[in-house]
Nanobody, 121 residues
Framework: QVQLVESGGGLVQPGGSLRLSCAPS????????MGWYRQTPGKQRELVAT???????NYGDSVKGRFTISRDNAKNTVYLQMDSLKPEDTAVYSC???????????????WGQGTQVTVSS
């Protein structure tokens, strides 16, 4: 498995901004897509945003227009810029990686341990 190192969570006031980052611990694999999901107690994991190796992005409806996902291909790092944060954005945000060990291998998925984002005054 590929370990994912996340950073950037914390406490922010409503209307504020945070930026999350996620980088894999190793680089010898082929990335299909990276992104973020979030979860709160008692609820199912929810898509936040993903970005493919080709740069195609996909956002959850609740974050469209407020969050922006981007990638630094040289560092194989994905970023999530979160603006206009709302209390309902409070959740554990987990980094997601869909990858292949080689061109002929099957896709695999790795998850980060999660970082807490709390939006509160």
């Amino acid at each position: 498995q590929v370990q994912l190192v996340e950073s950037g969570g914390g406490l922010v006031q409503p209307g504020g901004s945070l930026r999350l980052s996620c980088a894999p611990s190793v680089s010898r694999f082929l990335t299909n897509a990276m992104g973020w999901y979030r979860q709160t107690p008692g609820k199912q994991r929810e898509l936040v945003a993903t970005i493919t190796s080709g740069g195609t992005t996909n956002y959850g409806d609740s974050v469209k227009g407020r969050f922006t996902i981007s990638r630094d291909n040289a560092k194989n790092t994905v970023y999530l810029q979160m603006d206009s944060l709302k209390p309902e954005d409070t959740a554990v945000y987990s980094c997601y990686l869909n990858f292949k060990r080689s061109i002929m291998s099957a896709p695999q998925v790795s998850w980060g341990q999660g970082t807490q984002v709390t939006v509160s005054s």
